[in-house]
DNA sequence: TTCGATGCAAAGAATTTGCACGCCA
DNA sequence: TGGCGTGCAAATTCTTTGCATCGAA
């Protein structure tokens, strides 16, 4: 079961999507297979910039409802990692959680995962005096093209 | 040595500010003070509105160039845990190092640590391709107040 | 035909910058 | 007295909202 990464997230998102009672529109197709196609996190001018220069433009104003849609359902991850600005990634079902690398200098963000870290945070959310429903992790530093 | 957390944050911050070559001002001393009084994080509109409220006025500019003189002499500590705006709070040298919990419905914030996960981020950071400077931590949740 | 999806422009919120004046060293 | 520190207002940047129109079902 749970097939949806073969047939693709931007399937997948659009099922989601229609079940939950939505319309289908062009504009939202195309932000969905653009990110589906990335593999970091973009930001919502990123978004706006790369369709336009594929010749979909899409309002500003769409991009961001439509990412926060797509965060209300789930089918996105809302990714702060300073710099002023929100970025969103797809979350996918198998290769789903990870954790952000960021090169303060150059703004490159990357992903990475290690199950110790999951487990360190697994125990400690235990004893803390909130419920915990979710975690973030960034590693900041110079990346090997800033460091030299 | 290193008496500071005596004698205070706000006079240890002063003599570093006077060290690098800074005037002594009205604004930042009251800003350091209310930073030092503080146990959590504040956005620079809070500390506006907190010296307002105290017949101290900073202007808004001041405040914001006062947190990023100080962030760049490694005084405070910018904490961006999402909801758009950044927070600060004092550096200090022995309590020094934690990360943060912060309630997804009222937005408090309050610091925790844990040395098994500082331990696996230290393991980590070795393994992976940028040099690390800093890591932060954020877990999110309902607070004691937002849980019923 | 209906109502959500989208574009466009204006509104908002947080942060930064420009400039003049005041005050510390 | 000189120059940093500060206030005030305008400018920036990211994001949200209002409203009219377009298009999918």
Known sequence: M????????????????????HRSGGARRALLELLDAQTCALSAIEIEDVLRARKRRVARASVYRILDELEGLGLVHKVEVGQGMARYEPLRDGDGHHHHLVCDSCGLVMPFTDPQLERAIQRLSARVPI???EHEIVLRGACGECRD
Chains 1, 2 share one sequence.
């Open 131 to 133: 419920d915990v429903s």
């Open 2 to 21: 749970v097939a949806k990464a073969t047939q693709g997230w931007a399937d997948h998102a659009q099922r989601v999507l229609s079940e939950s009672g």
